[in-house]
């Protein structure tokens, strides 16, 4: 197998990728789109990609819809974390505490009830200082927790009896991202992209990585071509969120009827800019 490494220039101004909020997440909350649904409760947007000029401050609003007929509470916090290779939040290390933009919002009111029926706009207040570690990359998880009020335990029957209250809840992560204009988003490369065939399994796995100090909002895709016959198949394009200094890693399922021959696979990563994407491209064989 070759693995190839290329890059793309494009060297037209007229080339623009825009990334909207609308990544859906697969934890708790790849949050990542226009909304959150649990037992008729809404939570929109799920995540807000900000450029906030440090020294400013910004208001924004998140909305919170109650579409069922019963009463709920919600509590208001923050988590602050840093992005595993899957995608999926970790808790925060110390060391990693000068990316925390919990410090700088505040999200009112911090606790609310609605009503069957009622919707409720939060305030979201950014207030972003003029001072160095503004300059940087930031961000966090707002979140909205159910309140469950706990009932008393009945030990009337058996006063003897250990007995344990357990209740439900459910919850709602909305994830905000900040790159202060000063940051580019001009560095995300393709470390590794290989095939690989496991019990009978194939697929293509590719690991990227964000070189730069902003954070990418891009997309992916993988492109098959047989070299005996030119036909050619595109794989699922991916869209996904990389904080600066992270990896990713991604897998893409062959079609488990992919006829014998021999492949060429290129893999695309387009970050954002107007001037370049990056590629990858590595041969393998079907029999």
């Not at 509590?75 to 505490?97: H, Q, W």
């Not at 709602?172 to 009978?200: A, C, H, R």
């Not at 071509?225 to 399922?253: A, E, S």
Request: hydrophobic share 35%; glycine share 6%; with cysteine.
């Amino acid at each position: 197998m070759r693995l190839v490494f290329l890059s793309l220039v494009f060297l037209f101004s007229g080339y623009i990728f825009a990334q909207v909020d609308e990544e859906k997440p697969k934890t708790r909350p790849e949050i990542p789109d226009s909304a959150f649904e649990d037992m008729g409760v809404s939570v929109s947007p799920s995540s807000m990609h900000l450029s906030i000029k440090p020294g400013t401050s910004v208001e924004k609003e998140i909305r919170v819809n109650n579409a069922t007929k019963k009463n709920y509470k919600f509590n208001v916090g923050y988590s602050d974390f840093e992005m595993g290779r899957d995608g999926k939040p970790l808790s925060l290390k110390a060391s990693e505490r000068k990316y925390a933009l919990s410090k700088w919002l505040n999200v009112l009111p911090s606790y609310f009830e609605l009503k069957p029926g009622q919707e409720i706009k939060l305030k979201v207040i950014f207030d972003i200082p003029d001072q160095e570690e503004s300059y940087r990359s930031a961000w966090t998880i707002i979140t909205i927790d159910q309140v469950v009020d706990r009932p008393p335990l009945d030990a009337t029957v058996h006063p003897k009896r250990l007995a344990f209250g357990v209740t439900t809840s459910f919850g709602f992560g909305v994830y905000v991202y900040q790159n202060p204009p000063n940051v580019k988003i001009n560095s995300v490369v393709i470390d590794k992209f290989l095939y690989q065939e496991t019990d009978g399994k194939r697929k293509i796995e590719m690991a990227v990585k964000n070189t730069g100090d902003g954070i990418g909002y891009c997309s992916s895709y993988v492109e098959l071509t047989n070299t005996k016959t030119g036909k050619q198949d595109k794989l699922q394009v991916k869209r996904f969120t990389i904080l600066p200094q992270y990896f990713r890693d991604f897998f893409y399922d062959l079609p488990a009827d992919l006829p014998s021959g021999k492949y060429t696979a290129v893999g695309v990563v387009d970050f954002g800019s107007s001037e370049e994407i990056v590629a990858a491209e590595a041969e393998f064989e079907v029999k």
